[in-house]
């Protein structure tokens, strides 16, 4: 017997039986996963693309197309009420107004998922992450205390309208040379909320003020792919990936510098009075620990939270919608000079355009309304978590279920809007020049969480927006070979960075 022989065919055997052995269990692991989210899946659940194990749809997130798109073209093939999943975590998304106006106006729809990344860095919750009873405290108080210091009221208009009239001062330093103008509407925007938040407002120049715009500016841009960091529990455990880290790292400066600046605050009173949101948020807290009362809002963890919350949505949003509006202006020249013909009817060059003069400025508050649908800038909207079991055109929604509203769709329905991909403000107007709203318009959101600074940013809008046209003409730099109206994605939908010249109007 050949002894040597035998010996490999016995290795060679065993090799083969490992090899078998791993394969198996390789197929075993595989054959129980797809079983399990079968077999977990709930009966008429809404369609979608069949995702791969662990990962699921992951791959919506991949580079090249935007996660909103993606998704969009989608509804082709799954309807307008469709489920993904991103790391097991499914995901319901709406497309059509009125499946998402009926849907979102309901209580079972009301909450919010929690933020895993922000939870493990900063405890408490704002206005954006609060649900149930809590965030019904918070909105409370923060309308009544938003509406206390006159904002989105008229006698707030003079405040707008100081600060706009400083940004136009900046730029005429620039005597009609290219600049970049993110920084000074930024500048300009956070200005405001500053004023309310924190009761004053910052030179441009002060190193505070431009800290303060940089970490949030950090955060904006990590933030990618509508939340979805943020949503699905496994990237907080994942935090040594260079994408989350990113995020995380942002996350961690920017509520470091809010905590800075609430400590700077508290040492900076002088007066008994309360003057901003921080100075009522710390006044009503002392008063209902005199009654013995217990807040679900009114917590010292949670100030941290509602200042990132306004100072956030108060600014980076309508500051990117005004950048929004530029970039329209110097694509569309002939539009511009249109708004600028209607501003000087009204005013007669003799004065600045004000909230009063709306009515007879019809084209212009079209532009707006349009510069806002072609901008989007939260295509996915700020995600809603369902309470309760509940039910969706027919599907059925367990609790606890993420449920987003592709607003990009709806803003670019060819069923709604007759050309969509074209800047066509006629759309607000009726056949006799009069503004028409159209409700399908939803750039603040729809239903009970609607977004709660929407007076105040329609106001900002639209001086900012007059004032600028009425003294200058934005016009495209000769350096620059086209006007690009393309995007990038992150917190917000913004226009990639470019350059305008502001040419001073006799």
Same mark, same amino acid.
């Given at each position: 017997m050949d002894y040597d022989n035998l010996g490999l065919t016995m290795e060679v055997f065993s090799a083969w039986k490992l090899l078998?052995?791993?394969?198996?269990?390789?197929?075993?692991?595989?054959?129980? +996963?797809?079983?399990?989210?079968?077999?977990?899946? @709930?009966?008429?659940? *809404?369609p979608g693309p069949w995702g791969l194990p662990i990962l699921g749809n992951l791959q919506l997130l991949?580079?090249?197309?935007?996660?909103?798109?993606?998704?969009?073209?989608?509804?082709?093939?799954?309807?307008?009420?469709?489920?993904?999943?991103?790391?097991?975590?499914?995901?319901?998304?709406?497309?059509?107004?009125?499946?998402?106006?009926?849907?979102?106006?309901?209580?079972?729809?009301?909450?919010?998922p929690p933020p895993h990344i922000t939870e493990s860095i900063a405890s408490g919750v704002g206005i954006l992450a609060s649900s149930g009873e809590q965030w019904t405290e918070i909105r409370r108080f923060s309308m009544t205390v938003l509406r206390g210091l006159g904002v989105g009221k008229s006698r707030f208009e003079e405040n707008i309208s100081t600060e706009a009239e400083i940004l136009v001062e900046e730029l005429k330093k620039f005597n009609s040379k290219a600049f970049?103008?993110?920084?000074?509407?930024?500048?300009a925007v956070s200005n405001i909320i500053c004023s309310v938040v924190f009761g004053k407002r910052f030179q441009y120049t002060d190193p505070a003020f431009k800290r303060l715009l940089k970490v949030l500016?950090?955060? &904006?841009?990590?933030?990618?792919?509508?939340?979805?960091?943020?949503?699905? @529990?496994?990237?907080?455990?994942?935090k040594m990936l260079p994408f989350v880290r990113k995020y995380v790292i942002a996350t961690e400066n920017f509520f470091n510098y809010i905590n800075i600046l609430l400590k700077e605050h508290s040492k900076g009173q002088s007066s008994d009075l309360p003057q901003d949101f921080i100075d009522m948020f710390e006044d009503e807290q002392k008063?209902?620990?005199?009654?013995?009362?217990?807040?679900?809002?009114? +917590?010292?963890?949670?100030?941290?939270?509602?200042?990132?919350?306004?100072?956030?949505?108060?600014?980076?949003t309508t500051a990117t919608t005004?950048?929004?509006?530029?970039?329209?202006?110097?694509?569309?020249?002939?539009?511009?000079?249109?708004?600028?013909?209607?501003?000087?009817? &009204?005013?007669?060059?003799?004065?600045?355009?004000?909230?009063?003069?709306?009515?007879?400025?019809?084209?212009?508050?079209?532009?707006?309304?349009?510069?806002?649908?072609?901008?989007?800038?939260?295509?996915?909207?700020?995600?809603?978590?369902?309470?309760?079991?509940?039910?969706?055109?027919?599907?059925?929604? *367990?609790k606890g279920t993420i449920v987003m509203s592709n607003i990009?769709?709806?803003?670019?329905?060819?069923?709604?809007?007759?050309? @969509?991909?074209?800047?066509?403000?006629?759309?607000?107007?009726?056949?006799?020049?009069?503004?028409?709203?159209?409700?399908?318009?939803?750039?603040?959101?729809?239903?009970?969480?609607?977004?709660?600074?929407?007076?105040?940013?329609?106001?900002? +809008?639209?001086?900012?927006?007059?004032?600028?046209?009425?003294?200058?003409?934005?016009?495209?730099?000769?350096?620059?070979?086209?006007?690009?109206?393309?995007?990038?994605?992150?917190l917000v939908w913004s226009p990639a960075s470019f350059e305008v010249c502001a040419t001073a109007r006799e």
């Open positions: 078998l052995d791993a394969r198996t269990l390789v197929l075993g692991i595989v054959v129980f +996963l797809v079983l399990f989210r079968y077999l977990r899946r @709930p009966r008429n659940r *809404p991949m580079p090249g197309d935007t996660l909103f798109r993606r998704i969009s073209k989608l509804t082709d093939r799954y309807g307008k009420v469709m489920s993904i999943d991103m790391c097991g975590i499914p995901i319901v998304v709406l497309h059509g107004h009125d499946t998402v106006k009926e849907a979102f106006s309901r209580y079972e729809l009301s909450n919010r970049d103008p993110r920084h000074l509407i930024g500048n500016n950090d955060l &904006v841009l990590e933030l990618q792919g509508g939340g979805m960091l943020e949503n699905a @529990p496994i990237f907080a455990k994942l008063v209902k620990e005199r009654q013995g009362v217990k807040s679900l809002a009114l +917590l010292p963890e949670n100030l941290k939270h509602i200042v990132g919350d306004l100072f956030g949505a108060g600014s980076e005004l950048r929004w509006g530029m970039l329209y202006m110097i694509a569309h020249p002939e539009i511009q000079r249109r708004v600028q013909k209607e501003l000087d009817d &009204v005013t007669s060059r003799n004065r600045l355009p004000r909230i009063s003069d709306k009515p007879e400025l019809p084209y212009t508050e079209a532009v707006l309304c349009e510069i806002q649908r072609m901008g989007t800038i939260v295509p996915l909207a700020v995600p809603h978590m369902t309470a309760e079991d509940t039910t969706i055109e027919g599907y059925n929604i *367990p990009w769709h709806n803003h670019f329905d060819p069923l709604v809007w007759e050309e @969509p991909g074209q800047f066509r403000p006629e759309r607000f107007l009726d056949k006799d020049g009069k503004f028409r709203p159209r409700e399908e318009l939803i750039p603040f959101g729809i239903g009970r969480r609607i977004c709660l600074g929407e007076h105040l940013a329609k106001m900002e +809008l639209f001086i900012f927006f007059t004032h600028l046209l009425h003294h200058f003409t934005l016009k495209k730099p000769d350096h620059v070979p086209a006007v690009s109206l393309e995007g990038k994605d992150g």
